[in-house]
């Protein structure tokens, strides 16, 4: 991408983010601040560009506003940029914090989501009188001439602002799932890092499939996301003394602190800082898409004044207890879990056998033949995106279940490595086919805990099989040293004629299908096992996914 282009899409991004329209001035501003060195001549110069090719329209002599065609461009068009915007976000939102809880005024960091009934209310008002959320106050504005409900709750980057103005930095780690047994706070069972990553983490796990908030308040078991930062040891009690004094005026939600450097629910707490966690402060909006009511959650979306939001109620009783701080199995992060599965492939490419790494998901039995025609009819109709490979796995423990495995795109590191060559998993990604074909979506395999196909598809972000939406894949985007090209050309091409699916093979310093590879390297695309489980499950069939499971003989597989 041009740097030309680079700044375009920078223009979008201030665009989408201003309510009304914007004039050259304040575009060339916001630039400047961004660290580009734009004048106003520029920016409109720009800006004629950005309205020829329907990314933008001049309002009058008010300014100009982006199109939803804009829209469109920013979401996709810069996705490598996007692995790192989600944390500056946060670092944005953090220093836009200016709350004062002595004199309880200034602007907060809030979540915004849009339901539908009143019974949806209902549970965001339980969840909060259970002390699962970050505070009681809230704004409710009913959209007239609508059954829309926009709901706005305090986020927890709201702590981290205070903090940080009171001389505190606080670094936002990760969000993920805390696991609670008899109402105690326990560890933490997935992570995401706020690094590296084109989705926010609280985003990636906010759906039913992964949270259990209800059984929290009703049996005191369950999960519930939560987030992580530290914070440096020497500012550990006067942080307490704040977060007592924010708990007493409304705003808590803290799980944890941590002692210096001990580590706390199953994290590692570096020397000479302290853990916080605090509980997501869309915590409410999950209960409410457990419950399969319709609703549409914004995560961390905005900054607000305080004075705008009042408490939804006074009866606030806490169902969970304190944290004991019990040492825990330390949780490790993908990349880390999967290299000794990485080094045991074997694969032999020139007898076509030998172990690779492969994906199991289960899904009832009464249901196989269903499923295996879905996958030959999808992988027919797009035999270059869809691996054909397949074996039918007993459960280990329900007859009623058969398991489907399939390719894990790791084996393709595996076989590289195998032969000499040094190949990294960087990124499962959503891959838009296109043209070119371009990444939307990207997760770092080394800042997540869950594989970042399962978590797309728990999110229902693949359209593998829907003819009235552009299709949208899984793939992965893998780093290989620019000295091993030729030979890894030559493997991959071999590897993509027995049926492994090689998407791309990029260049250096290229930008392959909107990701991008470190300086001396080159990056390679490659299709997801998972594609055919995402085909499944979209046409109804109900799926028990699983991910890189276990190692299988690739010569005892059968071929769609």
């Known amino acids: 991408m041009s740097e030309s282009e680079h700044r375009m899409i920078e223009i979008l991004r201030i665009l989408s983010e201003q309510e009304k329209p914007t004039g050259s001035k304040l575009i060339a501003d916001e630039l400047k601040n961004k660290g580009f060195n734009l004048g106003e001549r520029a920016v409109r110069y720009h800006m004629q560009i950005l309205d020829e090719k329907g990314y933008t329209e001049r309002i009058g002599n008010s300014g100009r506003k982006i199109t939803q065609l804009g829209r469109e461009k920013l979401e996709k068009g810069l996705i490598y940029d996007q692995v790192d915007s989600i944390y500056s976000k946060f670092e944005e939102r953090i220093y836009l914090t200016d709350f004062n809880y002595m004199s309880q005024e ?17 549970i965001i008002k339980k969840i909060i009188e259970n002390d699962l959320s970050v505070s009681p106050y809230v704004d409710i504005n009913r959209v007239s001439n609508s059954n829309e409900i926009e709901v706005t709750t305090l986020c927890g980057t709201t702590i981290d602002g205070v903090l940080l103005n009171e001389g505190i930095p606080s670094q936002p780690k990760y969000g993920g799932l805390l696991k609670i047994e008899d109402s105690e706070p326990i560890k933490f069972t997935e992570l995401m890092s706020y690094k590296k990553t ?17 059984d929290v308040v009703e049996n005191g078991n369950g999960i519930i996301p939560a987030n992580f930062r530290l914070i440096p040891g020497i500012g550990r009690e006067k942080a307490i003394n704040i977060i007592n004094k924010l708990d007493k005026i409304g705003i808590g939600g803290v799980i944890a602190i941590s002692e210096e450097g001990k580590d706390i629910l199953g994290l590692s707490v570096p020397e000479g800082m302290v853990g916080i966690s605090i509980v997501a402060g869309a915590t409410p909006f999950c209960a409410v898409q457990e419950e399969d009511l319709d609703i549409n959650i914004k995560i961390s979306e905005e900054i607000k004044d305080f004075k705008s939001l009042s408490p939804i109620t006074s009866k606030i009783k806490p169902v969970l207890k304190k944290t004991r701080h019990i040492q825990q ?30 994906n199991v998901s289960f899904i009832d039995a009464d249901k196989i033949d269903k499923a295996l025609s879905i996958m030959e009819e999808t992988y027919n109709e797009n035999p270059k995106y869809i691996n054909p490979y397949y074996k039918l796995i007993n459960h280990p423990n329900d007859d009623s279940k058969i398991g489907l495995a399939t390719i894990c795109s790791l084996s393709i590191d595996g076989i590289l490595i195998d032969n000499g060559i040094m190949s990294t998993p960087r990124y499962g990604g959503l891959l838009e086919l296109s043209e070119p074909p371009l990444f939307i979506d990207l997760i770092s395999y080394n800042g997540s805990t869950e594989d970042p196909h399962k978590i797309f598809l728990a999110k229902n972000m693949t359209s ?70 995402g085909a499944i499950k979209e046409k109804g069939i109900n799926v028990e996914v699983k991910a890189i499971e276990k190692l299988l003989p690739f010569e005892k597989m059968n071929r769609l």
């Open 329 to 358: 199995q330390k949780i490790s992060f993908l990349l880390s879990k999967t290299w000794n599965l990485i080094q045991q492939v074997n694969f032999d490419i020139e007898k076509i056998k030998g172990d690779i790494i492969s």
């Open 198 to 214: 084109s989705l926010s983490p609280l985003d990636a796990f906010s759906t039913k499939e992964f949270t259990s908030i209800m």
């Open 464 to 533: 593998i099989t829907k003819d009235n939406e552009t299709t949208k894949i899984l793939a992965s985007f893998k780093e290989i040293p620019y000295i091993s090209r030729d030979y890894s050309v030559h493997l991959l091409e071999i590897l993509n004629n027995i049926g492994f699916s090689i998407y791309k093979i990029g260049k250096p310093r290229e930008v392959t299908y909107n990701a991008k590879a470190d300086n001396y390297n080159f990056g390679i695309v490659t299709g997801s096992g998972l594609n055919t489980i």
């Open 106 to 122: 200034g602007k907060v960091v809030v979540n915004t989501s849009t339901i539908y009934d009143e019974e949806s209310l209902n």
